[in-house]
């Protein structure tokens, strides 16, 4: 393709930067749909197989990161991301942001701040639909923008100016939402120190003996104990866990706990989806531990109560880097369970989905989006056979636009 202009005109740096941004979306799509069409027939997202809702410089914000997708019970997209006003560092000013969609994430409504930071740190959205009534519930994590990880990590910051846990929820389709409510009290515990939900999508039980549950995966760092020479920085405190809610949001309370602290798999940014069999799956970035490989799973049979068996190294998703990844089990009939993560294993790059037909005991890789610049990712159910996903990617930098990409299920 070669793309022409009238000689006279002069383009800014910022629109020169657009217009790459552009073509590069465009060749990806073509190149993904490409490669899907050579192994399937032609499917209804041929339409609009990508769409770009967040493109880091607009609306006042530096850089937008960190995804998260649900899709309504009337079939609207809700994108949500942060907004981060001061750069693309995870501390400062920083909004939740949503924007929505009615067909299929082809076009976007205006941007909507949901959660403002005011100064302070809001993110890690956990949207999650209520099966039995339709409503948007969604956690979100705070922090005072001043501080860092770190200082949270090491017991520098008191309680008021840590990572702190919110609840809002929306009854008209992600309309409008309530003003975030502090659940922090039924969550954290005293010995923890950093806390966050998600991020992506949480999960709403459909069947079992736990059906109407919401289950929203999330992790934490607990402080070193008495005696220990360690400042509670060191990798090994972080752990995973589960926040519980049986009322559609109102109240939580905590589920299971990862707490081996052993340094060996170090559970970090995690992700659930519910199998067939009523199953929860757990996938997590191991952050820093000393077990070969980068991605850790586990299970739980009792609706996240507590985990079957310890968090372990996942090794058919070695390809992956240290880094946020998706899950999501499709609805339909022997339908698989999906994985999405950059598929380099040293670096954030190439945006991939992967595919099991066995609940998570393996996976194989079954399309590469793009070999892009790539990083966190939401996966999303889009109509009956297609899926959404919703990924940080760019041409010179990571962090460049929040694309959506939607996918035949048949080209999985």
């Avoid at 009337?74 to 067909?103: C, H, K, P, Q, Y």
Wanted: hydrophobic share 35%; aromatic share 8%.
């Amino acid at each position: 393709m070669t793309l022409t202009f009238p000689c006279r005109i002069l383009f800014s740096r910022t629109h020169l930067r657009r217009a790459l941004l552009t073509a590069a979306v465009l060749l990806t799509a073509l190149t993904a749909t490409t490669s899907a069409s050579a192994t399937t027939p032609a499917s209804a997202a041929a339409d609009c197989p990508s769409s770009v809702p967040y493109v880091s410089g607009d609306g006042g914000y530096s850089a937008y990161r960190v995804p998260a997708a649900v899709t309504t019970r009337r079939g609207t997209v809700l994108a949500f991301a942060e907004g981060r006003r001061d750069g693309a560092g995870d501390t400062g000013n920083i909004d939740v942001v949503l924007r929505r969609s009615g067909d299929g994430g082809c076009t976007w409504g205006p941007l909507e701040v949901v959660a403002a930071g005011d100064g302070d740190t809001r993110g890690n959205p956990a949207p999650v639909v209520d099966p039995r009534t339709g409503t948007v519930v969604l956690l979100t994590s705070y922090n005072s923008g001043a501080v860092t990880e770190a200082q949270i990590m090491r017991g520098e910051v008191s309680a008021e100016r840590s990572r702190r846990v919110f609840v809002q929820r929306s009854r008209d389709d992600g309309v409008s939402f309530t003003a975030p409510r502090d659940i922090t009290a039924e969550v954290k515990p005293a010995d923890w120190r950093w806390y966050a939900t998600g991020p992506g999508h949480a999960v709403a039980l459909t069947h079992g003996p736990h059906a109407g549950r919401l289950v929203v995966p999330a992790n934490h760092s607990a402080a070193p104990p008495p005696g220990s020479p360690d400042t509670g920085q060191e990798a090994r405190y972080y752990g995973a866990h589960a926040l519980l809610s049986d009322d559609g949001g109102r109240s939580w309370r905590l589920g299971l706990v990862d707490d081996s602290y052993d340094g060996l798999d170090n559970a970090n940014e995690s992700t659930a989806a519910q199998l067939p069999d009523g199953r929860l799956y757990f996938s997590s970035r191991d952050q820093n531990g000393t077990s070969p490989g980068n991605r850790l799973d586990s299970y739980s049979s009792d609706g996240a109560e507590t985990l079957d068996r310890p968090y372990a190294v996942q090794p058919t998703l070695n390809d992956v880097p240290v880094v946020q990844g998706s899950v999501l089990q499709l609805a339909a009939d022997k339908a698989p369970l999906l994985f999405s993560g950059p598929s380099v294993p040293t670096a954030r790059y190439a945006m991939a989905i992967w595919s099991s037909r066995d609940g998570g005991a393996t996976f194989r890789k079954a399309l590469t989006l793009s070999e892009q610049r790539a990083g966190y990712s939401d996966l999303v159910p889009v109509g009956l056979r297609q899926v959404g996903i919703l990924y940080e990617t760019g041409v010179t930098g990571t962090y460049e636009t929040v694309e959506f990409r939607r996918v035949p299920v048949d080209a999985l």
